[in-house]
């Protein structure tokens, strides 16, 4: 079992940056693969970013790529999430996920924990 909380939401203006942070309870966090999903008012939850366990494999959507870092630290049991150059298009809900396996996929269903969401709010 593992339980996750996200940290580093908050307000930014067009151009800005932010870091969100995942922190991740339970043992040998190294074997699950992580991802980042987002959700806007009205929106489906869409995929933004991924990491395998060992944080060699990462994988982006079109959208963020260029401007979001996904990055872990097995021993701090953390995952982050820098974006740069911020859009009002990016504010969401950001959510982190973790599931055991190897394969970092962009599907929400294939994920099995979720943490509980940091607000993410980029004016113009």
């Known amino acids: 079992q593992v339980q996750l909380v996200e940290s580093g939401g908050g307000l930014v203006q067009a151009g800005g940056s932010l870091r969100l942070s995942c922190a991740a309870s339970g043992r040998s966090f190294s074997s699950y693969v992580s991802a980042w999903f987002r959700q806007a008012p009205g929106k489906e939850r869409e995929f933004v970013a991924g990491?395998?366990?060992?944080?060699?494999?990462?994988n982006y959507a079109d959208s963020v790529k260029g401007r979001f870092t996904i990055s872990r630290d097995n021993a701090k049991n953390t995952v982050y999430l820098q974006m740069n150059s911020l859009k009002p298009e990016d504010t969401a809900v950001y959510y982190c996920?973790?599931?055991?396996?190897?394969?970092?996929?962009?599907?929400?269903?294939?994920?099995?924990?979720w943490g509980q969401g940091t607000r993410v709010t980029v004016s113009s």
């Open positions: 990491i395998s366990g060992s944080g060699g494999t990462t």
């Open positions: 996920t973790a599931d055991r396996g190897a394969y970092v996929s962009s599907r929400p269903r294939n994920y099995d924990y």
